[in-house]
């Protein structure tokens, strides 16, 4: 077994634990596999261990590794995410190359990811970016700034609207960690309430996925636990 097959089965481990924890049933939270800055070997390695989902923040990169990878595995229905900030510039090769998209912001990015969805596809499917922990040099709208884009969203022909995204600001505090979480579902279930058709609660990464799942997330994004730590200098 590869060591990035036996580092899914341990987040798998994890996730299952988290779940259980608290009543919920392991089946009912995906792992994305956060692959940015690794090469398309270590996403074959992770394909081979059963691993289909996989998250990208740096565009030419993820093109170039989604290529190498048809060539890799032909016959791999791989499922691609965008998590990364999007500029306005970079919505058309997103809109024509992901599965999902995480990380919209912005109802003008949310626009331009519908008008440039191509009609043979499925549509887009997208989660709201929300910053809870009001950073600064975060990505993601205010809570109400969210809500109003997810309305727009909602009404997008080529966008499916799933759910939210959020980053918090890293803490080693689970009640910290658990309360950022909690801000996220509560919108999420505010929203739900005003009839919007919202599944997915993106958030948790390999430091705080246990909160997370406590506090409902249906995927978790992660990176560092499976791949592990990332050099820069190769994106």
């Known amino acids: 077994m590869s060591v990035i097959a036996q580092n899914l089965q341990a987040v798998q ?3 299952a634990l988290a779940a259980r924890a608290v009543s919920r049933e392991p089946h009912e939270v995906s792992l994305l596999a956060v692959s940015k800055t690794f090469g398309a070997d270590d996403v074959a390695a992770a394909v081979a261990a059963g691993q289909a989902a996989f998250g990208e923040n740096y565009l030419q990169e993820a093109l170039d590794k989604m290529a190498l990878l048809r ?8 499922a691609w995410h965008f998590i990364g900030p999007i500029q306005s510039n ?15 912001d912005r109802e003008k990015i949310a626009q331009r990811l519908s008008d440039q969805r191509p009609a043979d596809l499925p549509p887009l499917n997208v989660c709201i970016q929300v910053n809870v922990s009001n950073e600064a ?3 993601g709208a205010q809570n109400d700034e ?4 997810a309305r727009a969203v909602a009404a997008m022909p080529r966008l499916r609207l799933r759910g939210l995204m959020a980053i918090p600001e890293p803490t080693d505090d689970v009640a910290q960690q658990r309360a950022a979480f909690r801000q996220v579902r509560q919108l999420f279930e505010s929203l739900r309430a005003e009839g919007l058709s ?7 990464m390999s430091g705080d996925l246990e909160a997370a799942v406590a ?10 636990a499976i791949f592990g730590r990332r050099d820069y200098s190769r994106q």
């Open 13 to 15: 481990s994890r996730i």
């Open 71 to 78: 060539e890799l595995l032909p016959e791999a229905a791989l």
């Open 90 to 104: 970079k919505t058309r090769p997103i809109a024509e190359h992901f599965d999902w998209v995480h990380s919209v």
């Open 137 to 139: 040099s975060k990505s």
């Open 146 to 149: 969210a809500a109003a884009i």
């Open 198 to 204: 919202l599944d997915t609660l993106s958030m948790g």
């Open 215 to 224: 506090e409902g997330a249906t995927i978790v994004r992660v990176g560092t």
